[in-house]
């Protein structure tokens, strides 16, 4: 079971995704193992999810990157937070991101 | 402030030859297959407009004569759809099945993957090897494969309608 996203962890893109920012759009292309699958493989995120996958440099903790959201888009960090761990938690569920490590281990 | 979104991005505008070229480049180059939907007609009828295409990496293989293959083109550096048809040595001579002329000479550097999959409304589509690469090929160069192609399937349509008579 995966750990749910804690904001006291740095993430950042897995080794199983390919991440291309082209022509203003991030695509994400899951590396998949096999070829059975049917589902589409190709994924983008909207304007919010950018400026989120952005921040996701590995080395900054979500709470760091919650706070520089915040006041980037001046809206409430409360809210911020909420939407950012909620689209972790679905990359982290189709494994396009991976936890690198909290402030206290670096 | 929209709420953050993952989407999928099949369904909306097609990538760009640009975006498939680069994309294409960095997953063959991790081994790994690429999944996307095909533009254009060049490859009609087995390939057609809007059937997903799945590419895989030459894992050190040598493509054959009949096999379809993701090239860079010569002239544009834009990723190509296309058959082989014809080999010598490392050089191989390329072409759309429904266009009239060739893409030229490649070398094996220029060849990125192999189709292995095409995928229309959900079903699988025969590449067109069954018959043999040399024979397929051979109607591809000549021009004849796409009345080949259709004069079997109406035949088949016949045989088809006569059995359930």
């Not at chain 1, 070829?35 to 900054?60: S, Y």
């Not at chain 2, 099945?97 to 699988?124: H, M, P, Y």
């Amino acid at each position: 079971m995966e750990s749910p996203i804690s904001l006291d962890f740095a993430y950042g893109p897995s080794e199983d995704v390919v991440v291309r920012e082209i022509e203003g759009e991030i695509i994400i292309v899951p590396l998949v193992s096999g070829i059975g699958d049917l589902e589409d493989e190709l994924f983008t995120l909207n304007e919010t999810g950018r400026a989120i996958w952005r921040k996701l440099d590995g080395l900054k903790p979500l709470r760091v990157v919650v706070s520089e959201l915040a006041a980037e888009f001046d809206a409430p960090a409360d809210l911020i937070e909420e939407d950012t761990v909620g689209l972790l938690q679905e990359l982290a569920r189709r494994k396009m991101i991976i936890r690198k490590g909290s402030a206290s281990e670096r | 402030m929209k709420s953050a979104r993952l989407v999928r991005r099949e369904g909306e505008r097609p990538l760009s030859g640009e975006a498939l070229t680069e994309l294409m480049r960095a997953v063959l180059a991790k081994e790994k297959p690429l999944r996307f939907r095909a533009k254009g007609s060049s490859m009609a009828p087995f390939i057609k407009d809007g059937d997903v295409v799945t590419v895989r990496p030459l894992g050190g293989a040598r493509p054959r004569t009949g096999d379809i293959v993701a090239f860079l083109h010569p002239v544009t550096g834009r990723v190509g759809i296309h058959r082989i048809v014809r080999e010598e040595s490392d050089q191989f001579s390329l072409k759309g099945d429904n266009l009239s002329g060739g893409d030229g000479t490649l070398s094996l550097g220029q060849i990125l993957g192999i189709v292995c999959r095409v995928e229309r409304a959900g079903k699988n589509v025969h590449l067109g090897r069954l018959a043999g690469g040399a024979l397929v090929a051979s109607l591809s160069r000549s021009g004849w494969l796409t009345r080949a192609v259709d004069a079997a399937r109406r035949v088949s349509g016949r045989k088809r309608e006569r059995g359930s008579k």
